[in-house]
């Protein structure tokens, strides 16, 4: 069996290979399409009809970036020993994305105020990604007794969540900023673990 | 013995009082300074003396809600049966303070991006009082043996008071609002409940 592959798609593969590389070693701002363009042998006419502009590119080089995000928490859902690990992965996963990719963000910081509705878009699907993921292992451990029973897992997750939404944010919102300082990172992560630890105990029988 | 009033005193005490209640029933942006100077029979220039404009006006009635806010805290200090307790009266009490007083902050969500610093000191002051007054109750805990003992009881409330600060920020922040709407109080405030409650038995022995 051969899989037939459209030539359009290598081709927007190699695009956003190139702008992911570039937004990731020089920031949003200072990649311009035309060394995009140079980068895949491409004209610049070729470019924009594939990519109307810079910041829908950018959020193109997100949905990948995300896919790869969920796909990872996908494959770990059934390995957690439990509630704490499947909490612990997660957290992880998510440090290690936003430091693996923190000039990525740049994005970020540049248009805090004024996010595209597509970003919202993506951020809410990987909300939805780990309430699903979480709340599953919420449910296992709860047949396993280890945990009381509760109503509603989705709800406890979302509660998690923000809970750890409000470690991530605190840090540095009274600064008026949006995105927290690569050097802030490693101190919200401790606190976020330690945040996990208090709550899966406190779900515990 | 007799306690000396400076009048500059009771006049100031009167324009903080009508101008809490303007800002309160009409809110920031629609009270004006001449209705103050009304309210209170003096001319514009003499009370332009006591503030120099609205804004400076506005963050002495914010200090003096504050002033009461934490008294009230204070007062409580030593009531608590427990540590659920404890947590329980100062969210209900930051509730009752933001629901009371809801209109009052209009004018916060009219300069959601641009607080003056004076506001963020205030937010400061509030955050280091309850920090004292939460972890002297985990302090008693301990030694009651009811929860483990913790290495830093502040850093302990300063996790907590982050989380819960997640729960209300993040119903509200994908609409890029800073102030959450008077309908989402209430839903706001039972899953800080919720936080609370789980929290707490998480850090029980």
């Not at 502009?53 to 796909?71: N, P, W």
């Not at 440090?95 to 540049?110: A, K, P, Q």
């Amino acid at each position: 069996m051969s899989i037939a592959i459209d030539p359009h798609d290598i081709k927007k593969e190699k695009i956003l290979e190139s702008a992911y590389n570039r937004f990731l070693h020089y920031g949003y701002s200072k990649t311009t399409m035309n060394e995009i363009a140079g980068d895949v042998s491409m004209s610049k006419a070729l470019l924009y009809y594939y990519f109307p502009d810079k910041s829908q590119l950018y959020i193109a080089v997100m949905r990948k970036l995300t896919k790869g995000y969920l796909e990872k928490l996908a494959q770990h859902a059934d390995d957690f020993l439990n509630l704490e690990d499947a909490f612990t992965f997660q957290i992880n996963n998510q440090h290690d994305f936003i430091v693996n990719n923190y000039n990525f963000f740049d994005f970020f910081r540049l248009n805090e105020q004024n996010l595209p509705d597509t970003i919202w878009e993506i951020i809410g699907e990987i909300h939805l990604a780990e309430i699903n993921l979480l709340s599953n292992s919420i449910r296992k451990e709860v047949e396993k007794k280890v945990i009381r029973p509760v109503e509603n897992p989705e709800a406890i997750i979302d509660l998690l969540l923000d809970a750890l939404h409000g470690v991530r944010v605190s840090s540095f919102s009274q600064k008026k900023a949006f995105f927290p300082r690569k050097e802030q990172l490693e101190e919200i992560h401790q606190k976020r673990l330690l945040l996990v630890k208090i709550f899966v105990k406190g779900l515990m029988n």
